[in-house]
C-alpha cells in the first residue's frame, strides 16, 4: 500500500525544512538583542553546529533511506534500542509541549494580519476571558491541523509548501525593499555598520554575550524533524541529502544577511531602544519601520508612509501565520512517526500503530492531540495554578528539545563504524573528520544546554528554573527507561 502513496519531490523537502529550521523572526530577535554585532554568532554557529549537524543528519538519511522511523531508526541501528527510545522520547515529549504554546502563538500573527496589530489581548466572547478564547481557537486549530495532515503526507506537504513559499517572499520583501532604500537614499544606512558591539545597553557584558551565542544555536534548531521523512521522499538516496545540504546552506547565508539588512531601513535608537518593544512583537515593528522608510525614500507624505508601514506589518502577520502553520504541519507529524513507526509495535497499544489508507498513524494523531487539548484546557481555563504549571512543563522542555541532537551527534561515529552500509552521501570520509566533527557539534550542544540550565542561577540566583530544567530530561529519560524496560521483561516473559 505505501509504494503507491505519492511521495514528496526535493522542491517539497527544501520547503519543509525551510519551515521547520529557518524561523523569520529570529533576525528581526538577533537585530533587537546585538545590531550588526549578531552577525558573527550566527556565522559561528553555521559553521562550527548547524551545517557539520546537518551534513551528519544527511549522510545518515541516506544511508537509512528505507527506514520508516527517522531518527530513532539511525539511533537503533547506529547504537541500540535503549539508547535510541530515550532520545527520541525526550525529542517527541518536548515537541508535545512546543505545540501547546504555539497553538496559542498562531493568533497574535493572525491578529495583527486581520487588525495591523496583536489584539489577541483583548479578545472576548460569550463570557470568556481573553486567555480562554484564544484557549479555544487553539483547540480548534489543533483538531482542524490534525483532521487535514491525517490525509496523507502530500497534504502535509501541500501546507509546507505554502509555509515555506511565504517565508521566503517575507525575505525577498526585506531584501528588495532594503535595496530599493539603499538606492534611493544614496546608499546611506539608518544604522551605522559596527560588527562588533551591541547597541543594545542589555548585551555589553560577556555573559549576555554568551546568552547570546545560545540563543544563535538555537535559531538553528529544528533539522533533524525532517528525518522521519526520508522514505516518503522521492529517490530519498540522492534527493534528502541534496535537500538538507542546499537548505543548510540557504538558511545560513539567510539569518546573517537578514540581519545586515534590518540596519538598512531602522535605527536601533531611534525605533528599537522603546521600552514597548520585546522580543513578542520585534518582527512587526521592524518590518513596519521598512515599509514606512521606503516610503519616505520614495518621498510619500508621512501618512502614506505610515499607512505602508502598516501594511507590511500586516502582510507579514499573514506570512508569519502560514510559516507557524507548515511548521506545525512538520512537527505535528514527523516527531510522532519517529516514535510510533519507528520504534517496536509491542511498545504500543495496536490501535497507536495501526496505519489509515493514507499511511498515516491516524489514532496516534488524534491521542496526540487529545493530549494536547487536554494542557492547552488546563492552562486556559486553569487559573494561576495552571499556568505556573505550564510555566514549569516549558523549562523542563527546554533542554529536553535540543539535548537529542546530542544524542544523534555521539551516535554518529558508531554510524560510520558500521560495515555494510549503502552509502550514496559521503562527505566525512576519514576517521579524524567524522570524530572533529562529533567533538564540535557535542562540545557546542553541551555548552548551549549547560550554560542555559545555570544561567537563571548566575542572573537571578534562580535555583527552581534551573531545577526544573534538569528534571525535565531526567524525568523524560525515566519515563522513557521505564516503558522500555516494561517491553523488554514482556519479551523475556514470551515464549520463544
Known sequence: MTQQLKKMSLIGLILMIFTS???????????????????????????????????????????????????????????????????????????????????????????????GMDRTQVWSFAGLSSTQVVGVLAILWMLVVTLVASKGINKIARVTAVGGIS???????????????????????AQDVNFVASPNPGYQSGLAMLSFVVFAIFAFGGIEAVG????????????????????????????????????????????????STNLGNITYVLMKSLGATLGQAMHLSPESAIVMGTWFARITGLSMFLAYTGAFFTLIYSPLKAIIQGTPKALWPAPMTRLNQSGMPANAMWMQCALVCLFILLVSFGGDTASAFYNKLTLMANVSMTLPYLFLALAFPFFKARQGLDRPFVIFKSRISTLLATFIVVLIVAFANIFTVVQPVI????????????????????????????YRCKRVKQPA
Open 21 to 115: 529550521v529557518f524561523g523569520f523572526a529570529n533576525s528581526p530577535s538577533a537585530y533587537l538583542l546585538m545590531g550588526y554585532s549578531a552577525t558573527p554568532f550566527y556565522i559561528f554557529s553555521a559553521l562550527f553546529f548547524f551545517i557539520p549537524f546537518a551534513l551528519m543528519m544527511a549522510e545518515m538519511g541516506s544511508a537509512y533511506r528505507k527506514e520508516e522511523g527517522g531518527i530513532y531508526s539511525w539511533m537503533n541501528n547506529s547504537v541500540g534500542p535503549r539508547y535510541a527510545f530515550i532520545g527520541t522520547f525526550m525529542w517527541f515529549s518536548s515537541y508535545v509541549i512546543w505545540m501547546v504554546s504555539t497553538a496559542a502563538k498562531v493568533w497574535v500573527p493572525f491578529s495583527t494580519f486581520l487588525f
Open 228 to 275: 522521519g521523512l526520508v522514505d516518503k521522499t522521492e529517490k530519498p538516496e540522492k534527493n534528502f541529502a541534496r535537500g538538507i545540504v542546499f537548505a543548510a546552506v540557504v538558511i545560513s547565508i539567510g539569518y546573517s544577511l537578514a540581519i545586515f539588512l534590518w540596519g538598512v531601513s531602522t535605527n536601533w535608537q531611534q525605533v528599537l531602544s522603546n521600552s
Open 167 to 189: 517565508v521566503m517572499c517575507l525575505n525577498l520583501v526585506l531584501l528588495l525593499a532594503s535595496i530599493a532604500i539603499l538606492c534611493l537614499n544614496g546608499g546611506h544606512f
Open 459 to 486: 542572573e537571578a540566583n534562580d535555583w527552581s528554573s534551573a531545577l526544573w530544567m534538569v528534571g525535565g530530561p531526567i524525568f523524560f529519560s525515566l519515563l522513557a527507561m521505564g516503558i522500555y524496560e516494561n
